[in-house]
């Protein structure tokens, strides 16, 4: 199956969506899911994941619904997960340490094999069976491990310096989680995640009278 075609981004940001719910169903020996359930899962109308599912191809059969192996197998091939992608995290802050060692844990598909900061009372601790290197070190390990994914907690001021560096070094996507808009080349993907912001959205609707 060819991979990575030219599907609109939010499509992309709901296959892990399906990944996550497919993975969940493999687990419990379920063997067969319809466009129905999958959206009783997820939150999208059937229509929804069955137009997302078409950029790649047909996977079900009308009536009988999805084949849950199946469909999760050739999701993980689409998004890239059928092999492993080395990532490392600039930031060993709080942020940075927690990100490390949950998807360490959690995520199977995702394999961080560096952490990066600067503060010398930092460099040298360890998360679990990583060891926290200096920043200066990123060009060397970017090359030696063939990292392409960057996850960057560093504070908003030192945020595009790091994503300089790093997208200096081949990087050519990043999870940002520092609150700033960061300039990057045309050739490099960047999805922001503002905690800050994306809480203060949440309060509006736990406000009296709202």
Not at 98 to 111: D, E, K, M, Q
Not at 176 to 193: C, G, K, R, T, W
């Amino acid at each position: 199956m060819p991979r990575r075609l030219a599907a609109p981004k939010q499509v992309i940001k709901r296959l892990p969506v399906y990944l996550r719910i497919l993975d969940d169903l493999v687990r419990r020996g379920i063997k067969v899911v319809s466009s129905r359930e999958l959206s009783a899962a997820s939150g999208f109308t059937a229509e929804q994941i069955r137009k997302d599912l078409a950029h790649f191809g047909a996977f079900g059969t009308r009536g009988t619904g999805y084949n849950t192996t199946f469909l999760r197998d050739k999701i993980i091939q689409i998004i890239g997960l059928d092999r492993p992608t080395n990532i490392i995290v600039v930031g060993a802050g709080h942020l940075g340490k927690a990100l490390t060692r949950y998807n360490a844990i959690n995520n199977p598909y995702v394999n961080i094999v560096g952490v990066f900061d600067t503060d010398p009372g930092t460099v040298g601790s360890r998360i679990g069976s990583l060891k926290i290197l200096h920043l200066l070190k990123i060009p060397e390990f970017v090359k030696r491990y063939c990292v392409r994914v960057a996850i960057i907690t560093v504070p908003a001021e030192a945020a595009q310096q790091v994503v300089n560096q790093v997208t200096g070094c081949g990087v050519k996507a990043i999870l940002n989680f520092a609150p700033a808009q960061l300039q990057v080349p045309e050739d490099v993907h960047i999805h922001n995640a503002d905690l800050t912001t994306e809480l203060q959205s949440l309060i509006y609707y736990a406000t009296p009278g709202k």
